[in-house]
T-cell receptor, first 113, second 112 residues
Framework: DAGITQSPRHKVTETGTPVTLRCHQT?????MYWYRQDPGHGLRLIHY???????DKGEVSDGYSVSRSKTEDFLLTLESATSSQTSVYFC????????????FGPGTRLTVL | AQKVTQAQTEISVVEKEDVTLDCVYE???????LFWYKQPPSGELVFLIR??????QNEISGRYSWNFQKSTSSFNFTITASQVVDSAVYFC?????????FGAGTRLTVKP
């Protein structure tokens, strides 16, 4: 199994509070991704990173920001959480781009009240 | 824009039945990659297979097989002699560049 951890695994927060989710990998893979999973939508890409300090937006990036200061860590921040951001968040990594399989972390269940 | 459609939201079968999960995709690119992932009740996502757009050979891995047909833009997944442990949500995905687009998933329930 790819060495990917996510923290926290579960979080309950209130509307308007900032939230940061962390993804940590031990595989030294260049690419890292954040997805959210919602019923009826599968997984949707929020942001991805193609190297340290190099990030780009995905399909559903509004309300989210990311940072990657080290190869192994990719942070997802909700500056001011809303109830629509209640979801399960998955981090993924891949060795290369365009066609490389992505390996997923265990997920973080976030509830915004 | 790329798009993946899994029209079957839920499928229920009895153990030992064969079952096919459908996946239809849309893309304007000539180079792309298709994937299947499994999400068991425990929640993790497990990679099953990758296929590039230039390789239309069908693939078989044990009880699993995949049928890729560019003419119909489909990448269907068949489980032969299903087992209870096959119960999961299965996602088909399409990758053109750095991102991956997932279908909504098909929930498969295999009853004993």
């Amino acid at each position: 199994d790819a060495g990917i951890t996510q923290s926290p695994r579960h979080k309950v927060t209130e509307t308007g509070t900032p939230v940061t989710l962390r993804c940590h990998q031990t595989e030294n893979h260049r690419y890292m991704y954040w997805y959210r999973q919602d019923p009826g939508h599968g997984l949707r890409l929020i942001h991805y990173s193609y190297g340290v300090k190099d990030t780009d937006k995905g399909e559903v990036s509004d309300g989210y920001s990311v940072s990657r200061s080290k190869t192994e860590d990719f942070l997802l921040t909700l500056e001011s959480a809303t109830s629509s951001q209640t979801s399960v968040y998955f981090c993924a990594i891949s060795e290369g781009y365009r066609g490389n399989e992505q390996f997923f972390g265990p997920g973080t269940r976030l509830t915004v009240l | 824009a790329q798009k993946v459609t899994q029209a079957q939201t839920e499928i229920s079968v009895v153990e030992k039945e064969d079952v096919t999960l459908d996946c239809v995709y849309e893309t304007r690119d000539t180079t792309y990659y298709l994937f299947w992932y499994k999400q068991p009740p425990s929640g993790e996502l497990v990679f099953l297979i990758r296929r590039n757009s230039f390789d239309e050979q069908n693939e078989i891995s044990g009880r699993y097989s995949w049928n890729f047909q560019k003419s119909t833009s489909s990448f269907n997944f068949t489980i032969t002699a299903s087992q209870v442990v096959d119960s999961a949500v299965y996602f088909c995905a399409l990758s053109e560049y750095n991102d991956m687009r997932f279908g909504a998933g098909t929930r498969l329930t295999v009853k004993p």
